[in-house]
């Protein structure tokens, strides 16, 4: 199982890249290779998906790094302090002198 969540994150992280790539900061994008919106029907609605795209693929790797993370977590193990017969620094009577 843990696995297939980490192919999951390695997937979804190159798709993420990949999807960056595309973006362009200043707006442009993918759809300003397809020209402005008024000539091409539908190409505004590129800009959105690869929005949508770009976080739903941050959640997944999120998601998926907090439950292979919870998954493994490491088992507690009680160690066993020795018990002391003697109080460290208290000085002890020597036995048959009164």
Do not use: Y
């Amino acid at each position: 199982m843990d696995i297939l969540f980490q192919i999951i994150i390695i997937l979804a992280s190159i798709l993420l890249t990949f999807l960056v790539f595309v973006q362009n900061p200043k707006g442009g994008g993918l759809s300003s290779d397809f020209g402005s919106a008024q000539q091409l029907g539908g190409v505004q609605k590129t800009n959105n998906f690869i929005v949508k795209g770009t976080w739903t693929l941050a959640s997944v790797i999120m998601l998926f790094s907090i439950l292979l993370t919870l998954r493994n977590k490491p088992e507690v193990i009680e160690v066993e302090q020795p018990t002391q017969t003697e109080q460290p620094g208290q000085p002890t009577a020597p036995a048959g002198n009164e």
